[in-house]
């Protein structure tokens, strides 16, 4: 049975064809604190370790030679100030459902009150690899190609985990429409 809660949030499936190179992993990756500190309580009260979040390299570090190609894909789609992070996620990282709040993205682009026009992407650079996992909406994303694209609406709720034995890399996408 669909919610009103269900009904203000979109998921969209494509497949991207793979321009890309290895060269995400190589990237000058770092660890950033969940900007959330009530839901990591609700989290920690849950059982969840405090591992949450992986590894990022977001557009204040050098991207990838190829990064600009993604801008462009996804301004072709109409999204305006297109933003991009590289994510490392390593064995027994688990970011539980949450829907994501864009706090320095909506600071720089002045979009208060104007949320609900957020968009986000998730492309996964990689072949699934056995442990890797993606949940939207309660609906499980596993055995993806690379190149799999998820984009959502603002506040949509979703997660990731990695309890496979290699690294899950993806790229993340922002912006507005």
Not at 18 to 32: A, I, R, S, T, V
Not at 41 to 56: D, L, P, V
Request: glycine residues 8%.
């Amino acid at each position: 049975m669909q919610t009103d809660s269900d009904k203000k949030h979109t998921i969209h499936h494509y497949q991207l064809y793979p321009f890309w190179n290895d060269e995400y992993k190589h990237l000058e990756y770092f660890h950033e604190t969940f900007n959330d500190t009530a839901q990591i309580h609700i989290w920690q009260g849950q059982g969840y370790s405090k591992n949450f979040t992986g590894h990022m390299c977001d557009m204040r570090k050098a991207q990838p030679t190829w990064n600009q190609r993604f801008i462009e894909i996804f301004q072709g789609l109409g999204w305006k100030d297109v933003a991009t992070s590289y994510y490392k996620m390593g064995t027994g990282t688990v970011l539980p459902t949450h829907g994501d709040l864009y706090s320095k993205y909506i600071e720089i682009f002045k979009l208060n009150g104007q949320e609900h026009n957020i968009r986000r992407a998730i492309v996964f650079l990689e072949d699934w690899q056995p442990g890797h996992y993606a949940e939207y909406m309660d609906r499980p994303f596993v055995d993806w190609k690379a190149g799999a694209t998820v984009e959502w609406s603002y506040d949509t709720p979703h997660m990731a985990a990695n309890l496979g034995l290699t690294p899950r890399y993806t790229l993340q996408i922002t912006g507005h429409m």
